[in-house]
């Protein structure tokens, strides 16, 4: 090869080469060393926000929740304490209803009256009944109160009325009780022509016999709180003549207790 064909690279000397080479940063001091931010600090999570501390104070929610909790429970324990003491108590006494009779019923009275003035009827009657109550019980006793109040009604309508009186029936004892009664209804024509009607047709007057007595029932020696017998007794008697002892052909007597 030739001279001329020969290529010349330029020899730079190893000082030229030192000063050629920076030696302060490319990047100033304080600024990121890349557009896009260090890539450590770029892949770490961001900080946790820490939470606001809970509150201590108790919700109303749950406080009403207790509340009614508790008194349910009170509630429930108490019907149990209530029914275990009735049951005790039923085992041990085992009460018994008492029995009601109308043994006898007698006529003083039963006059039909005209009034000019009003130009109405009125109907007067006086009955005597014979009660019979009777006590089965061994170890419970009935307080007779006073309030007490006996009626006769016929279709409905009073005839007379009266009460029982005062008196302490002991275990199992039989009481017989002589009630007079009394009574005037008004605007009784009709009333008395049905009930002649009724004897001639069926050969027996239906009355019903009402008694609403407040009594006290005694346990033991325990005097319990006052309760309302009420005894409905349905009769068929032969007549309704004045001054004359009636025969009762049948009689049914229902009992019931209210507080």
């Not at 009601?100 to 039963?110: A, F």
């Not at 109907?123 to 307080?143: C, H, Q, S």
């Not at 039989?174 to 008004?186: H, K």
């Not at 027996?204 to 005894?231: S, T, W």
Request: proline share 7%.
């Amino acid at each position: 090869m030739t001279d001329q064909n020969k290529k010349i690279h330029p020899v730079t000397n190893q000082e030229d080469i030192e000063a050629a080479v920076p030696t302060a940063p490319l990047v100033p001091r304080g600024s990121s060393k890349s557009d896009h931010g260090d890539p450590a600090a770029a892949s770490a999570p961001p900080p946790r926000r820490s939470k606001p501390p809970k509150s201590t104070r108790p919700r109303r929610g749950c406080t009403f929740c207790r509340c009614l909790c508790w008194t349910l429970s009170i509630l429930l324990v108490l019907i149990i304490a209530v029914a275990a003491t009735a049951g005790i108590l039923y085992l041990v006494f085992r009460p018994k209803l008492p029995d009601y009779s109308i043994d006898r019923l007698e006529i003083t009275q039963l006059t039909l009256r005209n009034d000019t003035a009003t130009a109405a009827a009125s109907l007067a009657a006086a009955f005597d009944v014979t009660i019979t109550a009777r006590n089965p019980n061994k170890r419970i006793g009935i307080y007779y109160e006073g309030g007490s109040r006996i009626g006769v009604f016929f279709s409905g309508t009073q005839l007379c009325q009266g009460s029982l009186p005062k008196f302490y029936q002991g275990h199992r004892n039989t009481t017989v009780l002589n009630v007079p009664l009394a009574g005037e209804s008004r605007d009784a024509a009709a009333l008395f022509g049905e009930m002649q009607r009724e004897q001639q047709a069926n050969g027996f007057v239906p009355l019903d016999l009402r008694v609403r007595q407040p009594v006290r029932i005694k346990v033991g020696k325990l005097k319990l709180m006052k309760v309302r017998f009420v005894v409905r007794c349905r009769l068929n008697v032969d007549s309704l003549a004045a001054n004359n002892r009636i025969r009762i052909r049948n009689s049914s007597c229902k009992f019931r207790l209210r507080l």
